[in-house]
């Protein structure tokens, strides 16, 4: 199975951007469904966005859908994160997770693979 790697998060002011990566080591990235997720101290892990094995299919949550826009990359075996417009309550460590088979795109038990998380930082 492949393992996760996130980078590019850090401290940007209120309406700035950010982009976050997910490297995939390991074999058949494309046939894994790739997801983001936060999760801001005592609060629940929270789905972010969602794309199928090809990129032609993505969800986002309801708080980040026109600010945020995930992509992958299958070539570079890598998914991205792009986060505009961040506000203060996006502050959170954000979490790439995988897996090979299809259903729900929101639930994060049905993810088996996770990265170790990036913490993004909003402020001003």
């Known amino acids: 199975q492949v393992q996760l790697v996130e980078s590019g998060g850090g401290l940007v002011q209120p309406g700035g951007s950010l982009t976050l990566s997910c490297v995939a080591s390991g074999p058949d990235f494309s046939k894994y469904i790739m997801g983001w997720f936060r999760q801001a101290p005592g609060k629940e892990r929270e789905f972010m966005a969602a794309t199928n094995n090809w990129g032609h299919l993505t969800e986002y949550a309801d708080s980040v859908k026109g600010r945020f826009t995930m992509s992958r990359d299958n070539g570079k075996s890598t998914v991205y994160l792009q986060m505009n417009s961040l506000k203060f309550e996006d502050t959170a460590v954000y979490y790439c997770?995988?897996?090979?088979?299809?259903?729900?795109?929101?639930?994060?038990?049905?993810?088996?693979?996770w990265g170790q998380g990036t913490q993004v930082t909003v402020s001003s």
């Open positions: 997770a995988a897996k090979p088979t299809s259903g729900a795109f929101r639930d994060a038990r049905t993810y088996p693979i």
